[in-house]
């Protein structure tokens, strides 16, 4: 059910980014093949938080939990500095890799600029996610993907309404997901829940 709406969501995303024409719809193309260089890394942490939490959970150590993620965190820093540098001081030669034309380069750097907040926090997001999935919470998950989804979706109606760039209004609305997202993941996290269920 969360990767059909997320389908759905993407599918907005796409309509957004065609409505420019060609060059906002390469660029926000250039931007995604970005995107799914830096979803490794996040599928990375993921699956290391994922297995670790649950192998913990699964003996009832719920400091190792934690330590987990302190440990996490900290290698989560490398990744996230490299990104930003990338994305922040390479830029040009980042879209180079996947396009030539240097009118989509610059409008490409223009969406990367904001989409590089999203990109930059995608080990942390990732780590949350990992954490609520070990704990084997998944409605949790379900629950704050499809409201950030839906928190996406009226950005973007709204900012549309406000901005003429359909990039910049679709970087802002991905922030808005992300923000959305990870807050609810990590609100429960240092909510307890999670622990008070499993006991």
Same mark, same amino acid.
């Given at each position: 059910?969360?990767?059909?709406?997320?389908?759905?969501?993407?599918?907005?995303?796409?309509?957004?980014?065609?409505?420019?024409?060609?060059?906002?719809?390469a660029s926000y193309g250039v931007v995604g093949k970005l995107e799914q260089i830096v979803w490794i890394v996040g599928t990375a942490f993921k699956t290391m938080i994922t297995v670790a939490v649950g192998q913990f959970v699964g003996k009832k150590k719920f400091d190792e939990t934690k330590e987990v993620v302190t440990n996490g965190l900290k290698l989560a820093i490398?990744?996230?500095?490299?990104?930003?540098?990338?994305?922040?001081?390479?830029?040009?030669?980042?879209?180079?890799?996947? &396009?030539?034309?240097?009118?989509? %380069?610059?409008?490409? =750097?223009?969406? *990367?600029?904001? +989409?590089? !907040?999203?990109?930059?926090?995608?080990?942390?997001?990732?780590?949350?996610?990992?954490?609520?999935?070990?704990?084997?919470?998944?409605? &949790?998950?379900?629950?704050?993907? %499809?409201?950030?989804? =839906?928190?996406? *979706?009226?950005? +973007?109606? !709204?900012?549309?309404?406000?901005?003429?760039?359909?990039?910049?209004?679709?970087?802002?609305?991905?922030?808005?997901?992300?923000?959305?997202?990870?807050?609810?993941?990590? %609100?429960?996290?240092?909510?307890?829940?999670?622990?008070?269920?499993? !006991?």
């Amino acid at each position: 059910m969360q990767e059909w709406f997320i389908g759905i969501v993407l599918l907005f995303e796409v309509k957004v980014s065609n409505e420019t024409g060609v060059e906002g719809s390469a660029s926000y193309g250039v931007v995604g093949k970005l995107e799914q260089i830096v979803w490794i890394v996040g599928t990375a942490f993921k699956t290391m938080i994922t297995v670790a939490v649950g192998q913990f959970v699964g003996k009832k150590k719920f400091d190792e939990t934690k330590e987990v993620v302190t440990n996490g965190l900290k290698l989560a820093i490398f990744p996230m500095v490299i990104v930003g540098v990338l994305v922040y001081v390479f830029p040009h030669q980042l879209c180079r890799i996947f &396009i030539k034309n240097e009118i989509i %380069i610059n409008s490409a =750097i223009r969406f *990367l600029r904001i +989409m590089g !907040i999203p990109f930059i926090v995608v080990p942390l997001r990732s780590m949350a996610r990992g954490f609520i999935g070990g704990t084997g919470h998944t409605k &949790i998950l379900l629950i704050s993907s %499809i409201t950030a989804g =839906i928190v996406e *979706l009226s950005l +973007m109606f !709204i900012f549309k309404r406000f901005i003429t760039d359909n990039l910049i209004v679709l970087g802002c609305a991905i922030i808005g997901y992300m923000i959305f997202e990870t807050s609810i993941n990590v %609100i429960y996290y240092f909510s307890n829940k999670w622990k008070k269920s499993i !006991i």
